[in-house]
């Protein structure tokens, strides 16, 4: 009878032990980190009657981090971090375009446009060679001005193991309190332009 009744409670203690733990399952994954290489790049398009104007910033020479955490109940992944994008640095290959672009976004008083990383509507797929195309909240600061955009962004995971953004959104002077830039005599410049952005970036952990 001591061994049947040793036998049971041997066999009700592994059953127990068996059963899943749902409290120690975490609320949030660990953040992961990703570097902002320099290859990164921005070009900004705008449009006159005489054609189309466009101003690069062929690389990104800071040194910039952004996290990203997966939360276990939210809809959304959570990012912090920004990038900082010199503004004297973009060309527009014509002496005109390139001092009007400086004096409209007023680069002596403002040298940077940042962006900052708030979120995306959904977790990416990382495996080589996945596209996959979310939406994302980022907070522009442009001139003295800051403002929330989302905008549509198309994640691809690289097979060297990195990741690479894609993405833009049309802006008008006025999202930015900023007024349109001198005019010229037979020249009219449109007073609204296009980002698009290039984010390469290598995962730290």
Request: some cysteine.
């Amino acid at each position: 009878m001591r061994i049947l009744l040793l036998a049971l409670w041997c066999i009700f203690s592994v059953a127990a032990l068996a059963q899943p733990n749902k409290l120690a399952q975490p609320s949030a994954k660990k953040p992961t980190a990703w570097l902002v290489e320099k290859s990164s790049h921005l070009v900004i398009h705008g449009k006159a009657n005489i054609g189309s104007i466009s101003c690069d910033n062929p690389s990104y020479k800071r040194v910039d981090t952004v996290w990203m955490e997966q939360t276990a109940d939210g809809d959304s992944i959570g990012l912090m971090g920004k990038i900082q994008v010199a503004m004297v640095d973009f060309n527009c290959h014509n002496y005109f375009f390139t001092s009007n672009l400086r004096k409209t976004l007023r680069v002596d008083h403002y040298p940077y446009m940042t962006v900052r990383f708030v979120k995306i509507d959904k977790l990416p797929a990382f495996q080589s060679g996945a596209v996959s195309k979310v939406y994302g909240t980022v907070e522009i600061s442009l001139a003295g001005v800051t403002r929330l955009f989302t905008l549509p962004i198309e994640v691809s995971a690289m097979a060297n193991g990195k990741t690479r953004l894609q993405g833009w959104r049309i802006f008008r002077l006025e999202d930015f309190n900023l007024k349109s830039p001198a005019k010229i005599p037979l020249v009219k410049v449109r007073n609204e332009f296009k980002v698009e952005f290039e984010l390469h970036m290598a995962r730290l952990y």
